[in-house]
Nanobody, 124 residues
Framework: QVQLVESGGGLVQAGDSLRLSCAAS????????MGWFRQAPGKERECVAA????????YYADSVKGRFTTSRDNAKNTVYLQMNSLKPGDTAVYYC?????????????????WGQGTQVNVSS
């Protein structure tokens, strides 16, 4: 069992940056693959980034590639999503998710545990 708590969302202007954090409970964080998802009103929840349990492998959706970076600090039980050059189209609730396993997982059905979400609003 793992509990996830996101933080770092807010209201920013286009072109600004934000860093989201996701703190996990438990002593086996290093065995969990992590994903970052977002859901805008009326849209499906989509994976924007994922990171393997070791942190060696990462995935980015085409829409955020080159602008977003995910990383993790297993000693701090925390995963991060650095978001640069934000656009109004990035406005959504952002969720982190976790599952055991050593690979990259990009489908929401792959994940067992979810945080409560943090709102990101980007104004033009």
């Amino acid at each position: 069992q793992v509990q996830l708590v996101e933080s770092g969302g807010g209201l920013v202007q286009a072109g600004d940056s934000l860093r989201l954090s996701c703190a996990a409970s438990g002593r086996t964080f290093s065995s969990y693959a992590m994903g970052w998802f977002r859901q805008a009103p009326g849209k499906e929840r989509e994976c924007v980034a994922a990171i393997s349990s070791s942190g060696v492998r990462t995935y980015y959706a085409d829409s955020v590639k080159g602008r977003f970076t995910t990383s993790r600090d297993n000693a701090k039980n925390t995963v991060y999503l650095q978001m640069n050059s934000l656009k109004p189209g990035d406005t959504a609730v952002y969720y982190c998710a976790a599952r055991t396993g050593g690979y990259l997982y990009i489908s929401k059905s792959d994940y067992n545990y979810w945080g409560q979400g943090t709102q990101v609003n980007v104004s033009s």
